[in-house]
């Protein structure tokens, strides 16, 4: 299924800080629980290293939304596409910086290979879900932070099938965070 | 609420292995899953010692359950307490090896405290989480095996609170396996 050289070439990626319960948003979707551990030297914790490892972002309506509401710059220097069932344009704010993009997993794929984005980086935790239970994500980069939220927006929910991934690395920032990379393990 | 010489001195701890969605055991309650990872040396990853500063184990009925249906030798060395409120006498088998215990985890601590058990290993999902959600925990030793198992018993449940921890280190056993220590963060 996988093995035509389109397929190889590509790479769906995810690069994401959870809590140790595996939340990446509390209860009511905020991400203060983030700050939680002192970052006075503002390390991003290898995210800039990744991102010039991308070429693009795919993410769902609830992360498009998110980052919008900080209310600052637009972060990303890499093209977006915002997943979305819901929405029919975007704000013309984001002209130039974000698309919406529609249709299948298999199908939004196919759409960003032709334009030649073939590293991808997925974000947003329904979107991530939707990859995994079509087993679409080759890489994995799970930031843990040392808190319990003990509730709020889950990371990972129910698969078809167990995935085995291989431990590619695991880093400390701060003393205080766990930083692993996983890869998918698939057959060749 | 803490800060009786008791209380100073006791310590209870978990040293358990999950997968990377955070599932102690599979969708039918198995363990085979953490024989995914080849370990041909029979590492224990720091079990015997994190066992030799115990003092008492406190673990879940299920979790005894599970042990006993392994129908191995009986693999503890220190005194085990289960935790029911439904048993009312352990197999024959157990005597001398494992004691129900019943009560609040308020009466269950004091029980052990006054056996001169201080520094407890709490043991089993459900029998976590209720330690969890009273903030009884002090310390997590988590091992996570990278595999994502889709469904299960989860380790963690919801909390009233967000409790933070503090990372103590983290170790990789077999290149693949991600063991980080934790210590819950008091106000002291």
């Known amino acids: 299924m996988r093995r035509n050289p389109i397929a190889m070439k590509t790479h769906n990626a995810v690069f994401i800080a959870k809590s140790l319960d ?3 948003a509390d209860r009511s979707g905020g991400l203060d629980w ?32 998110t980052v919008c509401s900080f209310g600052i710059e637009w972060p990303y220097w890499k093209p977006v596409y915002v997943l979305s ?33 073939f590293r991808l980086y997925i974000d947003g935790g329904q979107t991530i879900q939707s990859f995994l239970r079509e087993d679409r994500i080759d890489e994995l980069t799970l930031t843990t932070l040392p808190v319990l939220l003990g509730g709020g927006s889950r990371l990972f929910a129910d698969l078809p099938d167990t995935l085995l991934f291989t431990h590619v690395r695991t880093r400390i920032f701060l003393d205080e965070i766990v930083q692993s990379v996983y890869r998918r393990t698939r057959e060749l």
Chains 1, 2 share one sequence.
């Open 22 to 24: 595996g939340y990446i």
């Open 34 to 65: 983030l700050q939680a551990i002192s970052n006075p030297n503002a390390d991003d914790m290898g995210y800039a290293q990744f991102m010039e490892g991308i070429d693009a972002i795919v993410m769902g309506r609830n992360t498009f939304e």
């Open 85 to 117: 069932r819901t929405l029919t344009t975007l704000d013309e704010a984001f002209r130039g910086k974000a698309e919406l993009i529609q249709g299948s997993l298999a199908g939004v794929l196919e759409e960003l290979h032709k334009k030649s984005y």
